[in-house]
C-alpha cells in the first residue's frame, strides 16, 4: 500500500469506501421497500374493499324512474340487491367479490380457495392458491339490512415484488454507475488537488542538481494548504538561492584576496634570486615577505574563525563573564602601547551574556585593535561596558581618522574597506565578523562616525 502514491491510495480508499456504502445502501433500499411496498399493497386491498361496501345496498322495490344506467340489481329475499355502478370489481389488481352467509358468491370476481375459507371481519390475511400468495381482506356490507352479507377482496402478494424487483434492478444499474462516476470524480480531484505537489517535487529537483536556482513553484489562486506550500517552499528558494550566491562571493572574493600577497610574494621572491643582491636590498625584501605572510595568515584565522562561528550553535552557549572578558582586552591593548594612544577602560563588574567566551573575546579584540590602527598619533579610546534595559552595551570609541558617511552602510560586508593605505595589514574580514558573532548572539551591531574627529561602534547583546 505504502509504495501506491498518494493519489492512487485516496482514490482507493475512496472506491472502497463508496463500494461499502453502496451495498449498504442496496440493503436498506431492499428491507425498507419490501416492508413499504407490502404494507402498501395491504392498504390498497383494504381501501378498495371497504370502499366497496358502501357501494351495495337494499331495495324493497325498484321504480323504473329509480333505475339508472350502469347500477346492477340482483334479487334477494323479496326485494333487490343495489349495486352501485362505482363498485369495483377488479381495480389496481384487486378483486372484489360479493358474498351470501353461507359462502355463496353473489357478484363480482374472486380468487378460489381449495376449501371454503370462513370470513373474517376486518382481518387481513395471506393464503396461497395454486403456489402463489395472496392478501385476503374480509369485511360486512354497510347497509344495516345487509349485514349478512360480505364482500372479500384479494390480491397477489407478487404485485409488490414486481414493483420493487423494479427498483432493486434501477439501483443495480445507479448504484455501480453512481459509484463509478464518484470514484473517478474522486480521482481527476486528487490528481488536480496534488498537482502542486508534483510542481514542488520538479523544482526541488532541479534546484537539487543545481540546474536553475531561480525556478520558482507557480503559486495558484487557491487559498489552500498547497498553495501555503507553494509560498513556503518559494521563500525558502530565496534563501536558498541567496545563500548559494553569497558563497559564490565569498569564494571569489577570498581567493581574490588571498591571490594578491601570494602575487607579492612570488614577485618579491623573484627578484631576490634573480642575481645577488645586497644585504640591505634582502632585508627589504623578506620584509615584504613577512608583511604579506602575516596578512596571509590574519585572512585564513579569519576565515577559519568565521566558519567557526557559522558553526556554532546557540544550543552550545553558556554564560560567560563578558565584564572579565572585556577587562582583560583592554589589558591587552594597553600593552601594545601603539601610537602613544590612551585607552580608558570603564566596565560595569559581573555583567554576563550567554555564549561562546571565545567568540565574544574575538568581538571586544577586532573593535579595540580597529580603534588603535585608524587612531591618531597621541590620541584615546574609551571602551565602556555597562547594562540597560535588559540588554549589555558594549562601546568602542576613538578619537581618530573617522569614516564618510557613504562607507558607514557598508561596513561590515566582507572584504569592505574604507581606508585602503591603513588597513593593508588587516583580513578586511574584522568587522564583518563582529556583525556575524553579535548576530550568533541575539544581539547587533552599529557605528556612528564623523570623519576627522572619530568613530563609535556599539554592540548591543541580551543580559545573560
Ligand atoms: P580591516 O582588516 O581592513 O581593518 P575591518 O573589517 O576591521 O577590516 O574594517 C573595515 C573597514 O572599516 C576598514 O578598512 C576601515 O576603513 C574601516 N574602519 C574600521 N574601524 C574603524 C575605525 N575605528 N575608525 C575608522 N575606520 C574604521
Request: hydrophobic share 40%.
Given at each position: 500500500m505504502r509504495r501506491l502514491s498518494i493519489k492512487?491510495?485516496?482514490?482507493?480508499?475512496?472506491?472502497?469506501?463508496?463500494?461499502?456504502?453502496?451495498?449498504?445502501?442496496?440493503?436498506?433500499?431492499?428491507?425498507?421497500?419490501?416492508?413499504?411496498?407490502?404494507?402498501?399493497?395491504?392498504?390498497?386491498?383494504?381501501?378498495?374493499?371497504?370502499?366497496?361496501?358502501?357501494?351495495?345496498?337494499?331495495?324493497?322495490?325498484?321504480?323504473?324512474?329509480?333505475?339508472?344506467?350502469?347500477?346492477?340489481?340482483?334479487?334477494?329475499?323479496?326485494?333487490?340487491?343495489?349495486i352501485d355502478d362505482d363498485f369495483l370489481t377488479f381495480f389496481s389488481e384487486v378483486h372484489t367479490a360479493l358474498y351470501d352467509q353461507e359462502g355463496q358468491l353473489l357478484y363480482g370476481e374472486t380468487i378460489e380457495t381449495e376449501e371454503p375459507l370462513p370470513f373474517a371481519d376486518g382481518v387481513t390475511r395471506t393464503y396461497e392458491v395454486r403456489g402463489e400468495r395472496y392478501y385476503l381482506y374480509d369485511c360486512r356490507v354497510q347497509d344495516p339490512n345487509l349485514s349478512s352479507l360480505w364482500l372479500r377482496g384479494a390480491i397477489s402478494a407478487r404485485k409488490g415484488t414486481t414493483l420493487l424487483s423494479r427498483m432493486v434492478k434501477l439501483s443495480l444499474y445507479l448504484l455501480p454507475l453512481l459509484s463509478l462516476l464518484t470514484i473517478l470524480g474522486g480521482y481527476l480531484l486528487a490528481r488536480r488537488a496534488l498537482r502542486p505537489v508534483e510542481e514542488i517535487r520538479h523544482?526541488?529537483?532541479?534546484?537539487?542538481?543545481?540546474?536553475?536556482?531561480?525556478?520558482?513553484?507557480?503559486?495558484?489562486?487557491?487559498?489552500?494548504?498547497?498553495?501555503?506550500?507553494?509560498?513556503?517552499?518559494?521563500?525558502?528558494?530565496?534563501?536558498?538561492?541567496?545563500?548559494?550566491?553569497?558563497?559564490?562571493?565569498?569564494?571569489?572574493?577570498?581567493?581574490?584576496?588571498?591571490?594578491?600577497?601570494?602575487?607579492?610574494?612570488?614577485?618579491?621572491?623573484?627578484?631576490?634570486?634573480?642575481?645577488?643582491r645586497?644585504?640591505?636590498?634582502?632585508?627589504?625584501?623578506?620584509?615584504?615577505?613577512?608583511?604579506?605572510?602575516?596578512?596571509?595568515?590574519?585572512?585564513?584565522?579569519?576565515?577559519?574563525?568565521?566558519?567557526?562561528?557559522?558553526?556554532?550553535?546557540?544550543?552550545?552557549?553558556?554564560?560567560?563573564?563578558?565584564?572579565?572578558?572585556?577587562?582583560?582586552?583592554?589589558?591587552?591593548?594597553?600593552r601594545l602601547q601603539e601610537k602613544n594612544i590612551t585607552l580608558t577602560c570603564s566596565v560595569e563588574p559581573n555583567i554576563t551574556v550567554r555564549g561562546n567566551a571565545d567568540m565574544l573575546q574575538r568581538i571586544v579584540l577586532n573593535l579595540i585593535s580597529n580603534a588603535y590602527r585608524y587612531g591618531k598619533p597621541d590620541g584615546t579610546i574609551l571602551v565602556s561596558l555597562y547594562k540597560t534595559d535588559g540588554a549589555v552595551i558594549l562601546s568602542v570609541k576613538d578619537d581618530g581618522i573617522g569614516i564618510s558617511a557613504e562607507h558607514l552602510p557598508h561596513l561590515f560586508e566582507r572584504f569592505y574597506r574604507a581606508d585602503v593605505s591603513r588597513s593593508s595589514e588587516g583580513s578586511g574580514l574584522g568587522l564583518h565578523l563582529?556583525?556575524?558573532?553579535?548576530?550568533?548572539?541575539q544581539g547587533e551591531v552599529s557605528v556612528t562616525s564623523v570623519v576627522g574627529i572619530g568613530s563609535e561602534f556599539i554592540v548591543r547583546l541580551p543580559l545573560g
Amino acid at each position: 500500500m505504502r509504495r501506491l502514491s498518494i493519489k492512487i491510495r485516496i482514490t482507493l480508499w475512496f472506491a472502497i469506501l463508496i463500494l461499502l456504502l453502496s451495498a449498504i445502501a442496496f440493503s436498506l433500499i431492499l428491507m425498507i421497500n419490501n416492508t413499504v411496498l407490502q404494507s402498501d399493497v395491504r392498504d390498497t386491498l383494504l381501501h378498495i374493499v371497504t370502499y366497496n361496501s358502501y357501494e351495495i345496498e337494499y331495495q324493497d322495490h325498484i321504480n323504473d324512474e329509480e333505475l339508472s344506467d350502469g347500477d346492477q340489481y340482483l334479487r334477494l329475499n323479496n326485494g333487490f340487491l343495489e349495486i352501485d355502478d362505482d363498485f369495483l370489481t377488479f381495480f389496481s389488481e384487486v378483486h372484489t367479490a360479493l358474498y351470501d352467509q353461507e359462502g355463496q358468491l353473489l357478484y363480482g370476481e374472486t380468487i378460489e380457495t381449495e376449501e371454503p375459507l370462513p370470513f373474517a371481519d376486518g382481518v387481513t390475511r395471506t393464503y396461497e392458491v395454486r403456489g402463489e400468495r395472496y392478501y385476503l381482506y374480509d369485511c360486512r356490507v354497510q347497509d344495516p339490512n345487509l349485514s349478512s352479507l360480505w364482500l372479500r377482496g384479494a390480491i397477489s402478494a407478487r404485485k409488490g415484488t414486481t414493483l420493487l424487483s423494479r427498483m432493486v434492478k434501477l439501483s443495480l444499474y445507479l448504484l455501480p454507475l453512481l459509484s463509478l462516476l464518484t470514484i473517478l470524480g474522486g480521482y481527476l480531484l486528487a490528481r488536480r488537488a496534488l498537482r502542486p505537489v508534483e510542481e514542488i517535487r520538479h523544482s526541488a529537483d532541479s534546484i537539487r542538481e543545481g540546474k536553475d536556482l531561480k525556478q520558482r513553484i507557480p503559486s495558484s489562486d487557491a487559498n489552500d494548504e498547497l498553495h501555503h506550500l507553494s509560498l513556503s517552499f518559494n521563500s525558502m528558494f530565496d534563501r536558498l538561492e541567496d545563500a548559494f550566491a553569497s558563497e559564490r562571493r565569498f569564494t571569489q572574493d577570498a581567493s581574490h584576496e588571498l591571490r594578491t600577497p601570494l602575487a607579492v610574494i612570488r614577485t618579491e621572491c623573484e627578484y631576490a634570486l634573480d642575481r645577488p643582491r645586497t644585504s640591505e636590498e634582502y632585508v627589504e625584501s623578506l620584509q615584504v615577505i613577512d608583511r604579506q605572510s602575516r596578512r596571509m595568515n590574519a585572512l585564513v584565522s579569519d576565515l577559519l574563525f568565521s566558519a567557526r562561528a557559522r558553526r556554532m550553535h546557540p544550543a552550545d552557549f553558556s554564560s560567560v563573564p563578558f565584564s572579565a572578558i572585556v577587562s582583560d582586552a583592554c589589558t591587552t591593548g594597553i600593552r601594545l602601547q601603539e601610537k602613544n594612544i590612551t585607552l580608558t577602560c570603564s566596565v560595569e563588574p559581573n555583567i554576563t551574556v550567554r555564549g561562546n567566551a571565545d567568540m565574544l573575546q574575538r568581538i571586544v579584540l577586532n573593535l579595540i585593535s580597529n580603534a588603535y590602527r585608524y587612531g591618531k598619533p597621541d590620541g584615546t579610546i574609551l571602551v565602556s561596558l555597562y547594562k540597560t534595559d535588559g540588554a549589555v552595551i558594549l562601546s568602542v570609541k576613538d578619537d581618530g581618522i573617522g569614516i564618510s558617511a557613504e562607507h558607514l552602510p557598508h561596513l561590515f560586508e566582507r572584504f569592505y574597506r574604507a581606508d585602503v593605505s591603513r588597513s593593508s595589514e588587516g583580513s578586511g574580514l574584522g568587522l564583518h565578523l563582529v556583525r556575524e558573532i553579535a548576530e550568533l548572539h541575539q544581539g547587533e551591531v552599529s557605528v556612528t562616525s564623523v570623519v576627522g574627529i572619530g568613530s563609535e561602534f556599539i554592540v548591543r547583546l541580551p543580559l545573560g
